[in-house]
């Protein structure tokens, strides 16, 4: 389901912060509780855990990177990633794992797209691995769709009134990832050095991608 909410709040009224990345949170410790759970109960082998593990740990948002950076550089690609995500990345050799949908937004000079899941954290794990710990926090789940440009600003992203700001609620069956804006003066940088420039935090919809050499705010 993909919803837009982009109308004005007025910021005298308290609202939860959203968590930066810090130490093992808690879905980290209630992981490793319920793993030691299942092996003691015989319910699965500390093996069977550990590979599914590493085919988790082996996913990072290097491979999103890798599928943008080609989008940026090769339309014909993009159109395709456009009009099927899944479809796309197996054609860079990323691999599911699973039977969900990936649909990629793409960011233009009118849209901004930021990516939620408010009934529990789907993600795009197999393009961008783990999410992260404030993404499947109820502070996040829920101002991303009641107030997003105020949310797109504590993550430092300021967004101009006259550029839409698009949420898209992920499901059990479809994951989104944002398509960034490639930023100008790039245009002689190689496809991995694109790469390079494309963070998590962009293809969640976050944070945009500066140009190279512009003064972090």
Not at 12 to 24: F, R, S
Not at 30 to 49: C, H, K, S
Not at 70 to 91: H, I, N, S
Not at 114 to 122: F, P, Y
Request: with cysteine.
């Amino acid at each position: 389901m993909s919803a837009v909410h982009d109308h004005s709040h007025d910021h005298n009224h308290p609202h939860a912060e959203i968590t930066q990345d810090g130490g093992p949170g808690y879905y980290d410790l209630m992981t490793a509780a319920v793993t030691e759970l299942l092996v003691e109960r015989g319910l699965f082998e500390a093996g069977e855990i550990c590979r599914q593990i590493d085919v988790l740990d082996s996913r990072t948002p290097a491979l999103g990177a890798k599928a943008v950076a080609r989008a940026w550089m090769d339309p014909d690609f993009k159109r395709r990633l456009l009009a099927d995500g899944r479809v796309g990345c197996e054609e860079l050799g990323i691999s599911f794992y699973d039977d969900t949908q990936l649909i990629v937004l793409e960011n233009t000079e009118r849209v901004h797209n930021l990516i939620v899941c408010t009934l529990c954290s789907c993600y795009p794990r197999p393009v961008l691995g783990l999410p992260p710990d404030w993404y499947k926090l109820k502070p996040y789940r829920a101002r991303a769709i009641s107030e997003p440009r105020a949310v797109l600003a504590e993550f430092g992203a300021q967004i101009p009134d006259d550029v839409e700001v698009r949420v898209s609620d992920s499901t059990a069956i479809v994951r989104y990832l944002v398509l960034p804006r490639r930023p100008a003066g790039t245009e002689q940088f190689s496809e991995s050095e694109l790469a390079n420039l494309v963070t998590r935090d962009t293809m969640i919809g976050v944070a945009v991608i500066d140009p190279p050499g512009a003064p972090r705010q």
